[in-house]
């Protein structure tokens, strides 16, 4: 049932972005009729939503923005580092983070979505109005901030959302408030078509900020990753399985997404304790900035594999992943990264909300193996419909070359005590070693690879 995947026309309407954006904010014991539907669509019609998380600055006028408060006068936030700047960013979102919850339908279960990070291609220099708030690739000041329904990682991932530079208040230059520049024209920003009344010159383009560019780039990658599946199908003369082509997709988006150095800095911006990230961090930046190139294409010291398949209440699907390698004489830096899609029925009425939930579990990794959870935790990733961990171990344990470890894909009722449908769900699942040694990876592993059936 493992597929090893290829290195990438748009794709087909399996893939929907919907930069809404409404005033409704999303509490944990309610959902907004627009997300519920986005469910309700997901799981009928086996279709992926790609939705911004939504922004928190103020309105398109440019007005002073009263939720962007730098403490201080603007020249004197200048004068700071871009550290500096960082931690008071940071801690503004996180002092004021319940004004800055995800704005609908961005809490929808079943869709992807996406929060922003203050990065784009374009070049920038500051002067004495015009200030950088943040450095680049930091969490986007306007972005929102989850969690999901039921405490599940929302948003599920982050990406480049542009940038945007803060001018004084007109209205009380002498405030710590700033307002956002209003300068469409003008870079920074991600570049975007522009009707001719507003754009750059004649060349009909504009520079934008915020989570809808964000989800417009994700959505472009989505493409990218469809012409993935079709290489990797095409070359197997296999038919894209059409129920699971937007769960594939979603797996793929996100496959590559760790917190990494952004991770890193807001935690310890915010002084957590060692642990404290595991079930926080992911308010910020969900399963992190994914990198997209690890999901459609190989390398010598990788593989990439993808399962699918469809589940009922108390069933479970088992995978085999052969690992040919010796762990026992090297000290192999190792990792495994598993992501597992699905679309839930929902039940409005009830705060458990999904019908039914689908999870996988490794059976019989050995200890020191692949047992070094990092990320999340391992409650945090259950809550949704996406669970996405990362394992790593470099430490030396008996293994030999006939050894595997499985996955096994389960399902159960859960909002839906008598739930009696199917459950779709997509799996994929990358192994690499990371060590000086070369080890062809790919191709010991793709030798070995055989399905499994439902058990």
Not at 11 to 30: C, E, H, W
Not at 95 to 110: F, I, K
Not at 172 to 184: D, E, H, I, L, Q
């Amino acid at each position: 049932m493992f597929e090893t995947t290829a290195g990438a026309a748009a794709p087909t309407v399996k893939v929907i972005n919907l930069s809404i954006g409404l005033s409704y904010r999303q509490f944990d014991r309610a959902m907004s009729p627009l997300a519920r539907l986005l469910d309700w669509l997901s799981y009928k019609y086996r279709v992926l939503f790609v939705v911004s998380a939504g922004n928190h600055a103020g309105n398109d006028r440019g007005d002073d923005i009263e939720n962007l408060d730098l403490g201080m006068d603007l020249s004197d936030f200048a004068a700071l580092s871009m550290d500096e700047r960082d931690s008071k960013i940071i801690d503004h979102l996180n002092n004021n983070s319940r004004h800055l919850r995800l704005l609908a339908p961005a809490e929808s279960v079943n869709a992807l979505t996406v929060g922003a990070t203050f990065d784009d291609a374009t070049s920038f220099t500051e002067n004495e109005r015009w200030v950088l708030p943040c450095s680049n690739g930091m969490i986007s000041p306007i972005s929102s901030l989850g969690k999901g329904m039921n405490n599940a990682v929302k948003p599920d991932i982050v990406y480049d959302g542009g940038r945007k530079f803060v001018m004084a208040s007109t209205r009380a230059p002498t405030s710590t408030k700033v307002r956002w520049a209003n300068a469409p024209t003008r870079e920074p920003g991600i570049i975007s078509a522009a009707p001719t009344d507003i754009a750059a010159g004649s060349s009909k383009i504009m520079y934008t900020f915020g989570t809808s560019d964000a989800a417009a780039l994700i959505s472009h990658e989505a493409g990218r990753c469809y012409d993935a599946l079709q290489e990797v199908f095409g070359t197997a003369k296999r038919d894209i399985p059409d129920n699971h082509i937007a769960l594939s997709l979603k797996a793929m988006l996100i496959h590559g997404a760790e917190w990494g150095e952004l991770g890193e800095k807001i935690s310890n911006i915010l002084q957590w304790k060692k642990r404290e990230p595991s079930d926080k961090l992911h308010r910020f930046i969900g399963f992190g900035k994914p990198d997209i190139e690890k999901a459609i294409e190989c390398a010598k010291n990788r593989v990439t594999l993808m399962g699918y398949g469809d589940l009922k209440n108390g069933e479970a699907q088992l995978f085999t992943l052969p690992l040919p390698f010796d762990f026992s004489s090297n000290k192999l830096s190792r990792r495994l990264t598993a992501t597992l899609t699905f679309f839930s029925p929902i039940v409005s009425s009830r705060q458990k909300y999904r019908a039914a939930d689908v999870w996988f579990t490794i059976e019989n990794s050995k200890k020191n193996l692949l047992d070094a959870r990092i990320n999340a935790s391992d409650k945090a990733v259950t809550r949704g419909s996406v669970q996405h961990e990362i394992f790593e171990n470099e430490q030396t344990v008996v293994w030999d070359e006939d050894g595997e470890i499985r996955l096994r894909v389960n399902c159960r009722a859960d909002a839906a005590e008598n739930f009696s449908g199917e459950i779709p769900f997509a799996l994929m699942v990358s192994f690499e070693i990371k060590s000086d040694i070369d080890i062809d990876v790919y191709t010991k592993v793709a030798e070995k690879v055989k399905p499994r059936i439902i058990v």
